[in-house]
């Protein structure tokens, strides 16, 4: 259970090492014209901030961020995922580890999702840092929101299967191809052997360096004893 805390509200939840009119006006071109360019801009200098967010997340530091906080209490107060958020926390690293990712690497994802969400943004209602960074911030941690959701659903029905039922000697693997067969070819056999599979016929003079007795002769008749000898 998540402690009750009151932060700050008056710091910046972004922390940036350019001017904020020049931040300003590449998130803009980033978000409507969606300009590579300006997309890395903008992803560069947020990045720490999210490199921030998944140290806090990993050790276990929910309370020293208000971005983080309020991400971990609306996890937690979500009937739409199982069990107590040190549960849903559990089934979220367990999907991590298992595919190899991290909390960052949902941060990125949230950034995209955020910059590639359909909305106009005017200039004179985002013309603070404030303003504009707290309507980021926010956004992405919705998105975050959202795809930790996902993930804790996914591997909590992941958890439930029961696999103990399985045992090696129920287990069987049919063999339908043998790739020696075709990796034993050579050139001008795979060539044409690939021409007879995507056409569905044999190549004609202007195709492939073409042999008729050699296809009809040698090839189809190698690759029909092969195909069948392996299997």
Not at 188 to 204: A, I, N, Q, W
Request: charged share 25%.
């Amino acid at each position: 259970m998540l402690k009750t805390v009151l932060l700050e509200k008056n710091v910046l939840p972004f922390n940036i090492n350019v001017s904020f009119s020049k931040f300003q006006e590449y998130y803009i071109l980033s978000k409507t014209k969606k300009n590579s360019t300006s997309l890395e801009f903008v992803y560069k200098q947020l990045s720490p901030t999210f490199r921030r967010w998944e140290q806090m997340f990993t050790s276990g530091d929910y309370y020293s961020d208000i971005t983080v906080y309020t991400l971990l209490r609306l996890l937690q107060a979500d009937d739409r995922t199982p069990g107590t958020i040190e549960n849903k926390i559990d089934l979220l690293k367990k999907y991590l580890s298992f595919f190899d990712l991290s909390f960052f690497d949902i941060c990125s994802e949230a950034f995209l999702l955020h910059i590639n969400k359909k909305s106009y943004i005017p200039m004179y209602k985002y013309s603070k840092p404030k303003d504009l960074f707290y309507y980021i911030a926010k956004e992405v941690k919705m998105f975050i929101f959202s795809i930790i959701r996902k993930m804790v659903n996914y591997q909590n029905k992941q958890d439930k299967i029961d696999f103990s039922s399985l045992s090696k000697s129920q287990c069987y693997y049919d063999l339908y191809f043998d790739t020696n067969a075709i990796l034993a070819l050579s050139k001008l056999e795979y060539s044409h052997y690939m021409y007879l599979l995507l056409t569905g016929k044999f190549p004609s003079k202007t195709d492939l360096n073409y042999d008729e007795n050699f296809i009809k002769e040698n090839l189809i008749c190698q690759l029909t004893k092969t195909l069948l000898y392996s299997n």
